[in-house]
């Protein structure tokens, strides 16, 4: 009866403030590192659907990002928000960034936590998409919309979370950023941890909601990607959608200056339709892509015009200001480096040179065997030849020849016309 009756009194002291302690001994784990995109925020939310579904203590999300695209963040704050178990954001290792879209998804988090000589913020939006020409006044009115909506939705995640509204505002308008000490101070994050076993001992009998954490000691239990999301998230990159289009364009060139090959052609193709998906979420410049375009036609135009390799040159110095000028450069995530624009320009200025010129010029040359060749031709008749046959040896092949005159073997014919399989010939004076 008293063993019975201290049990009760525990539960009361345990629930008095109306606290449920979250009993769990493990925790879900997942690294972000790289540009935030639609594989990522898949992953995400599968990753907190697995983690919920096991009743883990919470999952915390390893994040190192220079930023990414706006909705892809705002599926990832929806998945957040609608989690069943506690989401703790970890900006780590030492050195990491949780930048622009990094940012937003590291306020919206229960817990917001940064290793050491980390760093956030520089939320300030930039176009995503095609972009590069227009209205100028057009422009500026969507860039301003875009800020606008920006500021009050990291507003709104800051206020949910009950963390710096004022520094939240000012990473999107001012494109603030700064330490994680710095951020512990102005609480626009809840605490800094060395690696992952700090953290969890610091998360131990945190608060969240209606739960209190119980971390210290949990067995840490990584949720990796599938395949799907390994593929996307691989193929999601400036640089992935560098070469797909050098592949595109080695391709489908190569196809046409030498017809029949299929397998080029075909690659290119799919090349092709990569970048066409991909050039629909990444904030490709138009003026890069004229001047890609402008590059390629001068590489062409100089295998059948002799400016002795000027029109290659300025297809070189065109598709190099092209490349470095395909993405908007005004955000890192997006910037192509020259460690792959240099070798794409020299590759594909070697390419028209050798591969496409040499084939264009193939297509030109006069024919070397064939009828064509053979009409004009004298050669000796290998046996009697009259109206109704005969034989002649000619190109390393024997064939029917007919004559209106009548030939003597070995007597030397003209060949002047082919019906079908047959030599139309005449004696050869």
């Known amino acids: 009866m008293r063993r019975r009756v201290a049990i009760h009194l525990l539960f009361l002291l345990f629930f008095a403030g109306g606290v449920l302690p979250l009993f769990a001994n493990q925790v879900g784990r997942i690294r972000i590192d790289g540009p935030i995109g639609p594989a990522t925020a898949d992953y995400i939310d599968r990753a907190i659907g697995v983690s919920g579904e096991r009743k883990d203590a919470c999952i915390i999300i390893e994040l190192d990002t220079p930023g990414g695209l706006l909705d892809s963040t705002k599926e990832i704050v929806q998945s957040f928000y609608g989690s069943k178990i506690p989401v703790v954001v970890y900006v780590a290792p030492s050195g990491a960034n949780a930048g622009s879209a990094g940012c937003f998804i590291t306020l919206a988090a ?22 590069g020409g227009g209205d100028e006044k057009t422009d500026d009115v969507m860039k301003e919309k875009l800020e606008n909506f920006a500021s009050s939705y990291i507003e709104a995640i800051a206020e949910k979370r009950g963390r710096n509204v004022e520094w939240a505002k000012a990473s999107v308008r001012e494109s603030a950023s700064i ?4 951020a512990l101070e102005i609480n626009a994050i809840d ?3 060395e690696d992952i076993t700090d953290l969890l001992q610091q998360l131990d009998g945190r608060e969240v909601g209606d739960k209190v954490l119980k971390t ?15 593929v996307f ?7 992935v959608m560098f070469i797909l289009m050098l592949i595109a364009i080695y391709g489908i060139i190569g196809e046409l200056s030498n017809p029949g090959a299929i397998i080029p052609g075909t690659v290119g193709a799919i090349a092709l339709i990569l970048v066409l998906y991909m050039s629909s979420i990444l904030p490709v410049n138009v003026a890069g892509l004229a001047l890609i375009g402008l590059a390629v036609a001068l590489f062409i135009l100089d295998v059948f015009t002799p400016t002795h390799g000027i029109l290659t040159t300025g297809g070189i110095v065109a598709f190099f200001l092209g490349a470095l000028m395909l993405f908007d450069r005004a955000d890192p995530s997006f910037q192509l480096s020259l460690a792959y624009i240099i070798p794409g320009v020299l590759l594909t200025a070697l390419f028209f040179l050798f591969v496409v010129g040499k084939g264009l010029r193939a297509q030109s040359l006069p024919v070397g ?24 040896f000619i190109e390393g092949e024997i064939w029917n020849a007919v004559s209106d005159q009548p030939v003597e073997k070995g007597a030397p014919v003209e060949v002047i016309g082919m019906d079908g399989l ?3 010939v005449k004696p050869k004076a």
């Open 422 to 424: 047959t030599l139309k």
């Open 233 to 239: 998230q691989a193929i999601w990159r400036p640089e």
């Open 369 to 392: 065997a064939g009828r064509e060749t053979m009409i004009g031709k004298t050669v000796p008749a290998l046996m009697q030849i009259n109206a109704v046959g005969g034989k002649v």
């Open 110 to 131: 229960d817990v917001a936590a940064m290793a050491p000589n980390t760093s956030i913020g520089a939320a300030h939006p930039v176009s995503i998409g095609g972009g």
């Open 179 to 182: 330490t994680a000490e710095k």
């Open 191 to 193: 605490l800094i941890a």
């Open 216 to 230: 210290a000691g949990a067995t840490v239990e990584n949720i990796p990607m599938i395949l799907r999301e390994r």
